[in-house]
Nanobody
Framework: QVQLVESGGGLVQAGGSLRLSCAAS????????MGWFRQAPGKEREFVAA???????YYAESVTGRFSISRDNAKNTMYLQMNSLKPDDAAVYYC??????????????????WGQGTQVTVSS
């Protein structure tokens, strides 16, 4: 089983940037599709971005053009580059992994392994 640990969260001003990392251990991530989700206070967890085993990216409409997902299998790490951050982007960000070749990577149920989350705060 792969274990995931997020890092890179913090406080940033609106318009700023952050890069989140999701470091995996236990198994190589090359066989996994990976995703980022986020949960703001009082809201349900929502899809942000995903990347397939063949590095095809998918994005939520709300982050398209501002966020970029990538993976470095050699480092066993996935990244989320977040630019032009808005106060609405503030949330706990979670990374997730699945070994299935799922066509529904925007859905939480597609993933079987989750990290503990990292807080992103955006000041206006």
């Amino acid at each position: 089983q792969v274990q995931l640990v997020e890092s890179g969260g913090g406080l940033v001003q609106a318009g700023g940037s952050l890069r989140l990392s999701c470091a995996a251990s236990g198994r190589t991530i090359s066989a996994y599709a990976m995703g980022w989700f986020r949960q703001a206070p009082g809201k349900e967890r929502e899809f942000v971005a995903a990347i397939t085993q063949s590095t095809i990216p998918y994005y939520a409409e709300s982050v398209t053009g501002r966020f970029s997902i990538s993976r470095d299998n050699a480092k066993n790490t996935m990244y989320l580059q977040m630019n032009s951050l808005k106060p609405d982007d503030a949330a706990v960000y979670y990374c997730a992994a699945t070994r299935t070749f799922s066509s529904t990577l925007s859905m939480e149920i597609s993933y079987d392994t989750w990290g503990q989350g990292t807080q992103v705060t955006v000041s206006s």
